[in-house]
């Protein structure tokens, strides 16, 4: 005799609590595993961009290699860049009005303070020789400010703060902790791509990380004022050396 469908899943013994509680731990391990493997690879990616910028195997710039990793990953996790803080800010005055102050007192920061401490900590300037050709040419002022906008400002930051910021952080259990530490290790990778500009550059940069990845955090992780904040320092920066005023720059 058959035993119908209905028979079938009577006789079946049923779970108890501890069963289902093991049932479910085991699927939650699983799914970190399952979602550990990919953010694992994307790091080592990362990694390996720098490494190979390290040694000039890449053209340009890292960001727009950074950024097409970041689209990719959002992409295959079903987010949008909106999903890390490329959303329109509550109020467009006060992100500009907060954006451009920051960013002035970043330049301010940079000029009086941090910079003379590390060239006499460290014994010299920040290497800028590769915007040398910028003195006095106004051509290159405007294609270095486009640049600046674009991939300086709006790229790095939808890199840096958008993306890397969020997949750091999601290494870890305990939200502030995982921000805090996103917080810090960003930062010092936001320095470590600016190594061309010597170790003084270098640690300037993971200073500028620092203050725009807690402009972003206290924004409530909304990229609006970060990117203008860091759009006017960089900005400052090509006219100060346009103009021949910028330390270490004739």
Known sequence: ??????????????????????????????????????????????????????????????TPYLFLLGWASLRLRGMTWKDVGFARPKSWGKAFGVGITAGVAMELFELFVSQPLLARWIGKMPDLSDFADLVGNLKLLLIYLALVWVLGALGEELVYRGYLMNRAAGLFRNPKTGWTVSLVAVSVAF?????????????????????????????????????????????????LIYLGSYPGIH
């Open 191 to 239: 320095g470590c791509a600016h190594l061309d500009q010597g170790s003084t550059g270098m640690v300037e940069n993971i200073l500028n990380g620092l203050l725009l990845g807690g402009l972003y955090l206290a924004c409530g992780r909304n990229l609006a004022v970060p990117v203008i904040a860091h759009a006017f320092s960089d900005t400052l920066d090509f006219l």
């Open 1 to 62: 005799m058959e035993v119908g469908a209905s028979e079938e899943w009577s006789i079946k013994p049923k779970l108890g609590w501890r069963e289902i509680l093991l049932t479910d731990s085991i699927s939650l391990q699983q799914r970190a595993r399952d979602s550990l493997t990919p953010l694992l690879v994307e790091l080592a990616i990362v990694a390996g961009l720098f490494v190979a910028d390290v040694y000039h195997h890449i053209f340009f710039s890292k």
